[in-house]
């Protein structure tokens, strides 16, 4: 079973980046497909993107189209994502695990907080 680790959520203001990691251990990283999801306050967890396992194709929720950048460097099972010219609306709790559709890779881990002031 894969577990899944995410760090590198933090407090910015409103317009600035953050980089997350998904740290993923178990299985071969390179085949399978990674997807960012993430929860805000009173809201149902949701798909933010996806990226394939060769990293050639990726995904992406209208909300973050052109501001998130998902990646993955497979030599080191790791996937990322860029999120720039952030929004206090994308406040919330990001998690990695399979894109939607996919059966998942493992349990979701605790995730890592973002918070965006105004």
């Known amino acids: 079973q894969v577990q899944l680790v995410e760090t590198g959520g933090g407090s910015v203001p409103a317009g600035g980046s953050l980089r997350l990691s998904c740290a993923a251990s178990g299985g071969t990283f390179s085949s399978y497909a990674m997807g960012w999801f993430r929860q805000g306050p009173g809201k149902e967890r949701a798909f933010v993107a996806s990226?394939?396992?060769?990293?050639?194709?990726?995904r992406y929720a209208d909300s973050v189209k052109g501001r998130f950048t998902i990646s993955r460097d497979n030599a080191k099972n790791t996937a990322y994502l860029q999120m720039k010219s952030l929004k206090p609306e994308d406040t919330a709790v990001y998690y990695c695990?399979?894109?939607?559709?996919?059966?998942?890779?493992?349990?979701w881990g605790q995730g890592t907080q973002v918070t965006v002031s105004s």
């Open positions: 990226i394939s396992g060769s990293g050639i194709t990726t």
């Open positions: 695990n399979s894109p939607p559709s996919y059966p998942l890779l493992g349990p």
